[in-house]
């Protein structure tokens, strides 16, 4: 075991060495000589967890874990950038500075910050010191070094995939991994490892996916990069400009600090340093399971949360709500602990609250409405023997109006009208698909993750066994609850839990709702995880009396939903199509279903469309309208920056009048079809060219690559 005091003065001669680092390895870039891993990793280090290490402790928090550190220094980090951004982008054009978004403002301001940060903790812990031990013979042990290589075999074989297209090492991976839950049930596995563990799977499935391709994939992605370039090439924030978007401070401020500071493009910011961030929520959700039950049950809860395709697949393609989830969990995780919510816990929640709001609309009202829940149920005393603190009546106002006035008042209340549009359109509209089947969420995230027949069957009833277990476990610990027993969870965590459960219904049975029917199903399970393990602990006790050959069960149960969600089994099966990672290397542009071949050209962007995006958006004549079918679209605003304004969306009955230009992608041209499918993967559709644009071959074709084509009217 080796161990050590690190002084003040030690932390504080690491952290300028770090930041002296930083700005030389900048230097050496403009000089020619990047050094390309390094500078990236220096720098996320430097802006992602210097800053709100510091603050953690200058406010003196002791008490955390190391796994607590680690978590809200990189939460006070990233708030710290955010609104540090936002307040720069207001105040230096007062003083003369028309361009504040760029790499000599912002890293002046932060040095300064963090300088700033670095007396106060000086002047505070300069008789003090932090004790730190390691036990060097677990850390260079063959588990741990084991575990350590799981991340580099997602990157590698992502690699191989995109470029030599054999999917064999991420396949190894995936079966490495689903392996895992079976390890720790059987006791192979210490229980300090745990946390480590959980991060190791977690961003190895995120990277196994981001990685594939060199570009990035998904729609809502897109928009979002149109949204942050647009503040890195104007190197100002406009904050009056109508967007939904435009309000997110995780995009418009956060992505051009990492994009100037780390000198990365915004593409590899998605597909990198966003899913790192999100890696961490696992991690998070661990202690906060821990916290109500034991480190088995919350390991196992942890890994189903990343069994479930949505985690590994739609969110790597929603970046601001990757953000604003790593915010939710460090709220839950202060919320339900022990003892009094105190000035700094305040503080603490304060700031991830407001940091959660500017980050994702869809996740802040769905937050504001589980805080109403939760008010209401306490004040009727749903719960009255619980042990545990609950919210206080003036946070929920306190976060209420802070959201309201956020989107009321930035970007023209753009991010409020999903709210009205909510409650005028969505709730009773949805009610008449309530149960069925077709739209449960079970088929949903199949679809999504492109399984195929029969093997999608199975893969819907995994799906729909936990679904089950985890309305059991909730059921379980109600009865128990109503019967006046103890059941190990705080009272706030089974308000918030509730909440979630009546989301989790409303996801099991209603087709469409303006969040995004498996965006609802991700969220509620943020605190349902726990309940699938005690649910299926309650269910098989009726069989078998042991809990350890329980929790082996779902053990092997986790393995082999993985398994399945993953697509290993698909694949290994000879399936055309399995999985959005492990289908790449094939040739699936010869696939014989066009609904296959839509899938993947909705999820995957070519360099074909690319290269013909950015043409059309560096020369096109700004006031002519763009007429593309709608999955194109996507790809003119993230790579060609034509706001969505400019594009018409092509579908049966458009009408081409006025001079214009025609853009068709890869797929349009290769299958001869213009597509178009309803908001959140609705009913999808498609027509011959020929049916939506019968006089094409009269048109000027002004640009073609081998894949797209642009025309001119």
Same mark, same amino acid.
């Given at each position: /075991?080796?161990?050590?005091?690190?002084?003040?003065?030690?932390?504080?001669?690491?952290?300028?060495?770090?930041?002296?680092?930083?700005?030389?390895?900048?230097?050496?870039?403009?000089?020619?000589?990047?050094?390309?891993?390094?500078?990236?990793?220096? @720098?996320?280090?430097?802006?992602?967890?210097? %800053?709100?290490?510091?603050?953690?402790?200058?406010?003196?928090?002791?008490?955390?874990?190391?796994?607590?550190?680690?978590?809200?220094?990189?939460? &006070?980090?990233?708030?710290?950038?955010?609104? *540090?951004?936002? &307040?720069?982008?207001?105040?230096?054009?007062?003083?003369?500075?028309?361009?504040?978004?760029?790499?000599?403002?912002?890293?002046?301001?932060?040095?300064?910050?963090?300088?700033? &940060?670095?007396?106060?903790?000086?002047?505070?812990?300069?008789?003090?010191?932090?004790?730190?031990?390691?036990?060097?013979?677990?850390?260079?042990?063959?588990?741990?070094?084991?575990?350590?290589?799981?991340?580099?075999?997602?990157?590698?074989?992502?690699?191989?995939?995109?470029?030599?297209?054999?999917?064999?090492?991420?396949?190894?991976?995936?079966?490495?991994?689903?392996?895992?839950?079976?390890?720790?049930?059987?006791?192979?596995?210490?229980?300090?490892?745990?946390?480590?563990?959980?991060?190791?799977?977690?961003?190895?499935?995120?990277?196994?996916?981001?990685?594939?391709?060199?570009?990035?994939?998904?729609?809502?992605?897109?928009?979002?990069?149109?949204?942050?370039?647009?503040?890195?090439? =104007?190197?100002?924030?406009?904050?009056?400009?109508?967007?939904?978007?435009?309000?997110?401070?995780?995009?418009?401020?956060?992505?051009?600090?990492?994009?100037?500071?780390?000198?990365?493009?915004?593409?590899?910011?998605?597909?990198?340093?966003?899913?790192?961030?999100?890696?961490?929520?696992?991690?998070?959700?661990?202690?906060?399971?821990?916290?109500?039950? =034991?480190?088995?049950?919350?390991?196992?809860? $942890?890994?189903?949360?990343?069994?479930?395709?949505?985690?590994?697949?739609?969110?790597?393609?929603?970046?601001?709500?990757?953000?604003?989830?790593?915010?939710?969990?460090?709220?839950?995780?202060?919320?339900?602990?022990? #003892?009094?919510?105190?000035?700094?816990?305040?503080?603490?929640? /304060?700031?991830?609250?407001?940091?959660?709001?500017?980050?994702?609309?869809?996740?802040?009202?769905?937050? /504001?409405?589980?805080?109403?829940?939760?008010?209401?149920?306490?004040?009727?005393?749903?719960?009255?023997?619980?042990? @545990?603190?609950?919210?206080?009546?003036?946070?929920?106002?306190?976060?209420?109006?802070?959201?309201?006035?956020?989107?009321?008042?930035?970007?023209?209340?753009?991010?409020?009208?999903?709210?009205?549009?909510?409650?005028?359109?969505?709730?009773?509209?949805?009610?008449?698909?309530?149960? =069925?089947?077709?739209?449960?969420?079970?088929?949903?995230?199949?679809?999504?993750?492109?399984?195929?027949?029969?093997?999608?069957?199975?893969?819907?009833?995994?799906?729909?066994?936990?679904?089950?277990?985890?309305?059991?476990?909730?059921?379980?610990?109600?009865?128990?609850?109503?019967?006046?027993?103890?059941?190990?969870?705080?009272?706030?965590?089974?308000?918030?839990?509730?909440?979630?459960?009546?989301?989790?219904?409303?996801?099991?049975?209603?087709?469409?709702?303006?969040?995004?029917?498996?965006?609802?199903?991700?969220?509620?399970?943020?605190?349902?995880? %726990?309940?699938?393990?005690?649910?299926?602990?309650?269910?098989?006790?009726?069989?078998?009396?042991?809990?350890?050959?329980?929790?082996?069960?779902?053990?092997?149960? &986790?393995?082999?939903?993985?398994?399945?969600?993953?697509?290993?089994?698909?694949?290994? #099966?000879?399936?055309?199509?399995? $999985?959005?990672?492990?289908?790449?290397?094939?040739?699936?542009?010869?696939? *014989?279903?066009?609904?296959?071949?839509?899938?993947?050209?909705?999820?995957?962007?070519?360099?074909?469309?690319?290269?013909?995006?950015?043409?059309?958006?560096?020369?096109?004549?700004?006031?002519?309208?763009?007429?593309?079918?709608?999955?194109?679209?996507?790809?003119?605003? #993230?790579?060609?920056?034509?706001?969505?304004?400019?594009?018409?969306?092509?579908?049966?009955?458009?009408?081409?009048?006025?001079?214009?230009?025609?853009?068709?992608?890869?797929?349009?041209?290769?299958?001869?079809?213009?597509?178009?499918?309803?908001?959140? @993967?609705?009913?999808?559709?498609?027509?011959?060219?020929?049916?939506?644009?019968?006089?094409?071959?009269?048109?000027?074709?002004?640009?073609?690559?081998?894949?797209?084509?642009?025309?001119?009217?």
């Amino acid at each position: /075991m080796y161990s050590t005091n690190i002084s003040a003065r030690k932390i504080l001669a690491l952290v300028i060495s770090l930041q002296l680092s930083l700005h030389g390895l900048i230097v050496l870039d403009k000089l020619g000589l990047e050094i390309p891993i390094l500078k990236p990793v220096a @720098g996320l280090i430097y802006l992602a967890f210097v %800053p709100g290490f510091l603050i953690l402790k200058i406010l003196k928090l002791s008490d955390k874990s190391i796994v607590e550190t680690l978590l809200y220094s990189v939460g &006070l980090s990233l708030s710290l950038l955010m609104f *540090t951004g936002a &307040l720069i982008n207001s105040a230096l054009p007062l003083i003369g500075i028309s361009k504040p978004i760029q790499e000599v403002p912002l890293l002046a301001t932060i040095d300064i910050i963090t300088i700033f &940060l670095c007396f106060i903790f000086y002047v505070q812990n300069k008789k003090q010191s932090i004790s730190f031990s390691m036990n060097v013979n677990r850390v260079f042990s063959p588990s741990m070094l084991f575990l350590l290589l799981l991340p580099f075999l997602a990157v590698f074989g992502a690699y191989l995939v995109t470029f030599y297209h054999t999917n064999i090492l991420l396949l190894v991976l995936l079966i490495v991994i689903s392996v895992i839950p079976v390890v720790i049930v059987f006791d192979k596995l210490p229980k300090n490892l745990f946390p480590l563990i959980i991060w190791v799977v977690s961003i190895s499935l995120l990277f196994h996916t981001s990685l594939v391709s060199p570009y990035i994939w998904g729609a809502d992605t897109n928009f979002e990069m149109y949204w942050s370039n647009l503040v890195v090439n =104007n190197q100002i924030w406009d904050p009056t400009i109508p967007s939904d978007h435009n309000a997110m401070l995780s995009l418009v401020m956060l992505v051009p600090i990492f994009s100037n500071l780390l000198h990365m493009n915004t593409t590899w910011l998605f597909k990198i340093i966003y899913p790192s961030i999100f890696s961490l929520v696992p991690l998070g959700l661990y202690e906060l399971f821990k916290n109500q039950t =034991n480190e088995k049950i919350a390991f196992l809860a $942890s890994y189903f949360f990343m069994s479930v395709p949505i985690f590994y697949t739609e969110m790597l393609a929603l970046a601001r709500q990757e953000i604003a989830e790593f915010f939710l969990v460090l709220v839950f995780l202060l919320l339900t602990e022990e #003892g009094r919510i105190d000035v700094k816990k305040s503080f603490l929640i /304060m700031v991830f609250t407001l940091s959660l709001i500017v980050s994702h609309y869809g996740t802040s009202y769905w937050f /504001m409405f589980s805080l109403i829940f939760v008010f209401l149920a306490n004040y009727f005393k749903v719960l009255k023997n619980n042990k @545990g603190s609950i919210v206080d009546p003036v946070f929920i106002s306190f976060y209420i109006i802070s959201t309201l006035s956020w989107y009321i008042y930035v970007s023209n209340g753009s991010s409020f009208n999903p709210l009205i549009s909510y409650f005028q359109h969505h709730i009773i509209g949805s009610l008449s698909s309530l149960f =069925n089947p077709s739209t449960a969420i079970g088929s949903t995230i199949v679809n999504k993750t492109l399984l195929f027949k029969p093997l999608n069957q199975i893969t819907i009833y995994l799906n729909g066994i936990s679904q089950f277990f985890i309305t059991i476990g909730i059921a379980g610990i109600l009865c128990r609850l109503l019967r006046g027993k103890v059941t190990g969870f705080k009272k706030t965590y089974i308000y918030f839990s509730f909440s979630n459960l009546i989301w989790f219904i409303i996801a099991l049975g209603v087709a469409y709702i303006n969040l995004g029917i498996t965006r609802v199903y991700h969220l509620s399970t943020l605190l349902l995880a %726990p309940f699938f393990v005690i649910g299926f602990t309650i269910f098989f006790k009726l069989f078998v009396k042991s809990e350890a050959t329980i929790l082996k069960l779902v053990g092997i149960f &986790l393995m082999i939903f993985l398994l399945f969600n993953t697509g290993v089994i698909a694949e290994l #099966g000879g399936y055309e199509l399995s $999985s959005e990672a492990l289908s790449y290397s094939h040739n699936w542009e010869k696939a *014989t279903s066009i609904t296959d071949k839509i899938k993947f050209y909705h999820w995957y962007t070519n360099t074909f469309d690319v290269s013909s995006s950015k043409w059309l958006g560096t020369f096109k004549d700004d006031n002519l309208k763009i007429y593309a079918d709608k999955k194109r679209s996507w790809r003119l605003q #993230g790579y060609g920056l034509i706001s969505q304004e400019k594009i018409i969306i092509l579908k049966n009955g458009t009408q081409i009048k006025d001079k214009a230009y025609i853009y068709l992608g890869k797929f349009n041209i290769d299958n001869k079809l213009i597509t178009y499918n309803l908001p959140a @993967g609705g009913t999808l559709m498609w027509w011959k060219i020929p049916e939506i644009l019968p006089d094409l071959d009269a048109k000027s074709k002004i640009y073609a690559n081998g894949g797209s084509e642009i025309y001119y009217q």
